[in-house]
């Protein structure tokens, strides 16, 4: 009598399926890149175009976020040690301090303590010149942003008009029972991704303006602030 050998293969079936959906994902992984650069050499140079727009509007805010924030950081004990300095008379420890503190409150403030002897209005004067100084160091390529906001959404309906042109044009052409339905396919592709991207685009640069320049005005705020006490300070009778 012969023996036949049973063979286990649930653990063959598991693997097959793994496989299976494995291939499925990188399937569908192609298929969005192949979507995304799928609407001809025009279509993907608009989409080339609206990712450079992508990094580079990536790229400004994070930068220019990094350097607001380092402006920011004020010590405290700052303008306490200015006041001690300036009532004793120690004018040249109070320059070292400011040229010692890399913020714009100190550049502000050592440029009004170099002015000391001067009328109070050239100080006012020397003093709003420096704040506007700093002010546009902040605001460095931060336009940039808001250029950007406006270009990426534009680029994105650029890419919206070509592929429907792209579409209709196909379907003009072509008999009607012998549309080529990719050819058709590759303009709507065109015509939807370039939108959606170009208004990720659009939305990022936005946010991200208004959440600098919101940052500045605060660092506005807090130089006005002590060049006021700071001017108050030079008020005082002897």
């Known amino acids: 009598m012969f023996h036949f050998l049973q063979v286990d293969t649930t653990g063959v079936q598991a693997l097959a399926g793994a496989a299976e959906q494995g291939a499925e994902v990188v399937k569908k992984e192609l298929a969005l890149s192949e979507i995304i650069f799928s609407g001809g050499i025009i279509g993907q140079s608009i989409m080339v175009a609206i990712f450079i727009m992508l990094f580079l509007t990536i790229y400004l805010y994070l930068e220019r976020f990094m350097a607001i924030k380092k402006a920011a950081k004020i010590d405290e004990n700052f303008m306490t040690q200015i006041k001690m300095f300036i009532a004793q008379g120690k004018i040249d420890q109070a320059k070292v301090l400011c040229a010692n503190t890399n913020t714009p409150v100190a550049r502000l403030i050592g440029k009004g303590i170099s002015r000391i002897g001067k009328p109070l209005q050239d100080i006012n004067t020397a003093i709003e010149n420096t704040g506007k100084l700093e002010v546009y160091k902040m605001e460095k390529n931060i336009n940039l942003l808001a250029t950007l906001s406006g270009a990426g959404p534009m680029t994105g309906f650029l890419g919206t008009v070509v592929g429907m042109v ?70 005082e009778p002897a």
């Open 166 to 235: 792209m579409a209709f044009h196909e379907m003009s052409t072509a008999a009607s029972a012998r549309i080529d339905m990719g050819v058709l396919a590759e303009g709507i592709y065109t015509a939807m991704m370039t939108t959606v991207f170009g208004l990720i685009v659009g939305i990022i640069a936005y946010v991200g303006y208004n959440h600098l320049v919101s940052n500045i005005d605060k660092i506005v705020h807090q130089l006005e602030a002590n060049a006021v006490e700071f001017l108050d300070l030079l008020n």
